[in-house]
C-alpha cells in the first residue's frame, strides 16, 4: 500500500523569504512523486514530478522538490515566496510495482500556504 | 478538448435527490479518475477507469455511488438519493496510459441541503 503524509496544515511565511513545504511517503518500491496547487474554487494544477533521474526537480512558478530516498521525503521549496504563491498545496505518490494502485495517485491531506506581504 | 471539462460547475440539490456529474477527458487519454474533496479535508479517491477494463471502484462509500464512462471518454457519476454527507467538491483527472500524473477539472461544487 502506498501513503502520503504532509505533516503541516498550515504554512505561514513572508514575501521574499524561502519556503518549504513538507511530504513523506511510503511505498514498497521505488516512488513516483507528484505536487499539486489548487487555488480558490479551481481544480489541482500539475506543479512538478519526480520519476526517476535527479533527485532536485524543478517545475512550474519556480518551485523545486528534492527527492531523499533515506528520509523518504519529497519537500516541495521556492527561494523566494511571492503573495500569488497563497494556496492549497498537495503531495501525492504513486508506486508503479503494485499491481492494486498501480495507475492511482494517493494523495496527502493538503498544505494551505499562506505568504504575508 | 484542451483540458478535462466537467460540469455542472456547481450544483444545490434537495436531500433524497439524484445527481449525474459529467466530466469529459483528455482527447487521447486512457485514464480517468474521479475523486472528492471534502471541506479542510484532502482528496478521496472514488473510482478509476482504463481503458475497456472494468473500472477499479474501490473507492466509493457507498452503492448510492457509481460510474460510467461510456465509449472509453466522457464520465458519469451518479449519486442517488443525497445525504447532506455527499456535499464535497468533485474532481475528475484524466491521464494517458503510463500514468505519469493526472489533468484536473475544475470539479463539480455539490451541496446537498
Known amino acids: 500500500a502506498q501513503s502520503v503524509a504532509q505533516p503541516e496544515d498550515q504554512v505561514n511565511v513572508a514575501e521574499g523569504n524561502p519556503l518549504t513545504v513538507k511530504c513523506t511517503y511510503s511505498v514498497s518500491g521505488n516512488p513516483y512523486l507528484f505536487w499539486y496547487v489548487q487555488y480558490p474554487n479551481r481544480g489541482l494544477q500539475f506543479l512538478l514530478k519526480?520519476?526517476?533521474?535527479?533527485?532536485l526537480v524543478k517545475g512550474s512558478y519556480g518551485f523545486e522538490a528534492e527527492f531523499n530516498k533515506s528520509q523518504t521525503s519529497f519537500h516541495l521549496k521556492k527561494p523566494s515566496a511571492l503573495v500569488s504563491d497563497s494556496a492549497l498545496y498537495f503531495c501525492?505518490?504513486?508506486?508503479?510495482?503494485?499491481?492494486?494502485?498501480?495507475?492511482?495517485?494517493?494523495f496527502g491531506s493538503g498544505t494551505q500556504l499562506t505568504v504575508l506581504p | 478538448g484542451a483540458g478535462v471539462s466537467q460540469s455542472p460547475s456547481n450544483k444545490v440539490t434537495e436531500k433524497g435527490k439524484d445527481v449525474e456529474l459529467r466530466c469529459d477527458p483528455i482527447?487521447?487519454?486512457?485514464?480517468l479518475y474521479w475523486y472528492r474533496q471534502s471541506l479542510g479535508q484532502g482528496l478521496e479517491f472514488l473510482i478509476y477507469?482504463?481503458?475497456?477494463?472494468?473500472?477499479?471502484k474501490s473507492g466509493l462509500p457507498s452503492d448510492r455511488f457509481s460510474a460510467e464512462r461510456t465509449g472509453g471518454s466522457v464520465s458519469t457519476l451518479t449519486i442517488q438519493r443525497t445525504q447532506q454527507e455527499d456535499s464535497a467538491v468533485y474532481l475528475c483527472?484524466?491521464?494517458?496510459?503510463?500514468?505519469?500524473?493526472?489533468?484536473f477539472g475544475s470539479g463539480t461544487r455539490l451541496t446537498v441541503v
Open positions: 483527472a484524466s491521464s494517458s496510459y503510463q500514468g505519469n500524473g493526472y489533468t
Open positions: 519526480y520519476i526517476t533521474g535527479d533527485n
Open positions: 501525492a505518490v504513486r508506486d508503479p510495482t503494485d499491481s492494486g494502485s498501480a495507475r492511482q495517485l494517493t
Open positions: 482527447s487521447g487519454h486512457t485514464a
Open positions: 477507469f482504463q481503458g475497456n477494463s472494468a473500472p477499479d
